[in-house]
């Protein structure tokens, strides 16, 4: 059966801050580790008031030194943003910290507009070389090699697990042929998922890491007792997406009582584009919509978000899904 995980972006809430976010990210984060999910990922963006995870390898160390057993990663780091060897100790010391339980993932787009890219890494031309700096980065967890001048310390010899993310067929064909294995960001960026999912499926060359594909999906997935109470739950991130869209950004806005309803058709056509990779209702609805979305893309893992206002519902959200998933599981 998929395996299940959790993407957090560790929302600061409207009303709220970042410590509180950061407590609540914590706090989902030992729910999910009771209630059986895979792994805990965090994503690195900068200059958004809605997200505290910006430091994101800090972030890891809070939520990993405050749970037991699930593995806890980045999905992901923005290389272009990061020396390789910087990354390379970051994520050393987390494995030191927390053997066996730490992922790395890595992506080639800023997370944030130009300017603070500018702020963040000085080279705008920094993404043309993703490909060599991913390289770099994995030779620093291999065991040394003679005459080696430059070591990740901590870092050298552990074999940090590293993922290639992507929204574009670009991640699909650098994982395929570095023989990694892939996350989509289906749950924000679903144009291209079934193209990219075929090339790096048809490209893919095994790995000292990965013998064979394997592909994590993207998911939003808001979950509440009955359809209507998760689809008003729904309200804040596309009331989030509208605001990102126009220029606007800030924190998680509450849920709104019909706010599809006053979207101008431009609006509804984009979150229909972008957030087409949702599954929002009730349990059996949100058991059917996994499952249809599983048997579509025939996703190896799906790693579920869900940026909900109240994190009482955010964490029962979590808990529905994975009874859903469970029952699947036992129908499989």
């Known amino acids: 059966m998929t395996a299940l995980s959790v993407l957090d972006l560790s929302p600061i809430v409207e009303g709220s801050n970042a410590s509180q976010s950061l407590a609540n990210?914590?706090?989902?984060?030992?729910?999910?580790?009771?209630?059986?999910?895979?792994?805990?990922?965090?994503?690195?963006?900068?200059?958004?008031?809605g997200i505290a995870s910006a430091a994101t390898a800090v972030v890891i160390a809070h939520v990993a030194g405050g749970t037991k057993t699930i593995r806890v990663g980045a999905g992901g780091i923005m290389l272009p943003n990061h020396a390789p060897l910087v990354i390379a100790e970051q994520f050393g010391t987390l494995a030191a910290l927390h053997p066996g339980r730490i992922d790395l993932g890595l992506g080639r787009a800023p997370g944030t507009d130009m300017g603070t890219a500018r702020a963040l890494r000085r080279n705008l031309e920094a993404s043309d070389n993703f490909p060599q700096d991913v390289v770099e980065l994995m030779g620093y967890f291999q065991p040394a090699e003679t005459g080696q001048r430059i070591h990740a310390v901590p870092g050298e010899g552990q074999k940090v697990p590293v993922w290639i993310l992507g929204s574009s067929l670009y991640g699909a064909q650098l994982a395929a042929m570095l023989g990694l294995p892939y996350a989509f960001a289906s749950h924000f960026a679903p144009a291209e998922l079934d193209h990219a999912l075929d090339i790096y499926r048809s490209r893919f060359q095994p790995s000292e890491q990965l013998d064979k594909p394997y592909v994590m999906l993207g998911l939003n997935v808001f979950a509440a007792p009955t359809d209507a109470e998760a689809k008003l739950l729904f309200t804040s991130l596309q009331q989030a997406f509208v605001n990102l869209r126009t220029g606007r950004p800030g924190r998680l806005p509450p849920p709104v009582e019909g706010y599809d309803q006053t979207l101008e058709p431009m609006a509804k056509t984009m979150l229909g584009?972008?957030?087409?990779?949702?599954?929002?209702?009730?349990?059996?609805?949100?058991?059917?919509?996994?499952?249809?979305?599983?048997?579509?893309?025939?996703?190896?893992?799906?790693?579920?978000?869900?940026?909900?206002?109240?994190?009482?519902?955010?964490?029962?959200?979590?808990?529905?899904?994975?009874?859903?998933?469970?029952?699947?599981?036992?129908?499989?």
């Not at 929002?280 to 996703?299: K, L, M, W, Y």
């Not at 998933?325 to 499989?332: D, I, R």
Request: proline letters at 2%; hydrophobic letters at 45%; aromatic letters at 8%.
């Open 273 to 332: 584009q972008a957030l087409s990779c949702a599954v929002v209702g009730s349990p059996e609805t949100v058991r059917q919509g996994i499952d249809a979305f599983v048997r579509r893309t025939g996703a190896d893992e799906l790693m579920v978000t869900a940026q909900i206002f109240d994190h009482a519902a955010r964490v029962r959200s979590f808990e529905i899904l994975a009874e859903a998933h469970k029952s699947l599981s036992q129908a499989a």
């Open 25 to 49: 990210s914590l706090d989902l984060a030992r729910h999910a580790e009771q209630l059986g999910y895979k792994r805990y990922w965090l994503a690195e963006h900068h200059n958004m008031p």
